[in-house]
C-alpha cells in the first residue's frame, strides 16, 4: 500500500500570513503519463471533506486562488498564501495512484 | 441541485448487519463509479470500497475482509454498502462519494454529508 504523510500535524497561523502543508508519498504516484495521481481536500469543523486540488495541481471548481497545489513524484506542497478566517479546517492529501486508495493523516489549520 | 444522500446508518450490536444507502440527484448517476470512505470519530479518513459506473469492477480496501459488500441500482440512482459481522472499530461516519470518471479508483469530486454508524452493546 502507498503510505502517505503529512506535516505538520498541527499549523497555527496569523489571519493574512503564508501556510505551507507537506504530503510525501512511500512511492512516486506519477505515471508515465507525467500526471501525479494526487488530491488534496479541506474538511470543515462538522462537515464532510471538499475537493481542493486533482493531479496534484489542478484547482478544482469555485476553490480560491489564494490556494495552490505543487510538487511531483513523492512529494507535495498544498500553500495558502494568505490565511483567511474560513480556512480553519483539517486538509488531507490522498493518492489514486494504485489500490487502495490511501488518504495522509491530515493537517490540521487554525488561527494564532 | 447535485447532491448524494446517505442514510441507513444507527445503532447496531457487535455481530450484527447493516444497510447504508446513498442517494444521487442531479447528475447522470450511471456515468460515474462510486466509493466509500469512512472516518472513526475525532480521526482521519478511510477508502472503503469502490464501483464501476455499470455496476462492475468493484474494489475494497484490505481490511473489509470480506464483511462488506457494495452495489449500486442505476435505476435508483443509488449506491449500497452492506456491512455484516460489525466491529467496535467498524464505528465511524460513512460517507459515499463521486469518482470524476465511470472507472473507480480516481478522486473524489463530490461527497454526501455521512451517516454514522456507531457499534456497541
Known amino acids: 500500500d502507498i503510505v502517505l504523510t ?5 499549523l497555527p497561523v ?13 512511492q ?4 508515465p503519463n507525467s500526471k501525479n495521481y494526487l488530491a488534496w481536500y479541506q474538511q470543515k469543523p462538522g462537515q464532510s471533506p471538499k475537493l481542493l486540488f486533482y493531479w496534484a495541481s489542478t484547482r478544482a471548481s469555485e476553490v480560491p486562488d489564494r490556494f495552490s497545489g505543487s510538487g511531483s513524484g513523492t512529494e507535495f506542497t498544498l500553500t495558502i498564501s494568505s490565511l483567511q478566517a474560513e480556512d480553519v479546517a483539517i486538509y488531507y492529501c490522498q493518492q489514486y495512484y494504485s489500490a487502495p486508495l490511501t488518504f495522509g493523516p491530515g493537517t490540521k489549520v487554525e488561527i494564532k | 441541485e447535485v447532491k448524494l444522500s446517505e442514510s ?11 444497510t447504508l444507502f446513498c442517494e444521487a440527484s442531479g447528475f447522470t448517476f450511471e456515468y460515474y463509479a462510486m466509493s ?14 469502490g464501483i464501476g459506473g455499470r455496476g462492475g469492477d468493484k474494489t475494497y480496501a484490505g ?3 470480506g464483511r462488506f459488500s457494495i452495489s449500486r441500482d442505476n435505476r435508483k440512482n443509488t449506491l449500497y454498502l452492506q456491512i455484516q459481522s460489525l466491529r467496535v472499530e467498524d464505528t465511524a461516519i460513512y460517507y459515499c462519494a463521486r469518482d470524476w470518471a465511470a ?13 454514522l454508524v456507531t457499534v456497541s452493546s
Open chain 1, 14 to 26: 496569523s489571519l493574512g500570513e503564508r501556510a505551507t502543508i507537506n504530503c510525501k508519498s512511500s
Open chain 1, 6 to 10: 503529512q506535516s505538520p500535524d498541527s
Open chain 2, 103 to 115: 472507472t473507480t479508483l480516481t478522486y473524489f469530486d463530490l461527497w454526501g454529508q455521512g451517516t
Open chain 2, 63 to 65: 481490511f473489509v475482509q
Open chain 2, 8 to 18: 441507513g446508518g444507527g445503532l447496531v450490536q457487535p455481530g450484527g448487519f447493516v
Open chain 1, 28 to 31: 512516486s504516484v506519477l505515471n
Open chain 2, 36 to 49: 466509500w470512505v469512512r472516518q472513526a470519530p475525532g480521526k482521519g479518513l478511510e477508502w472503503v470500497s
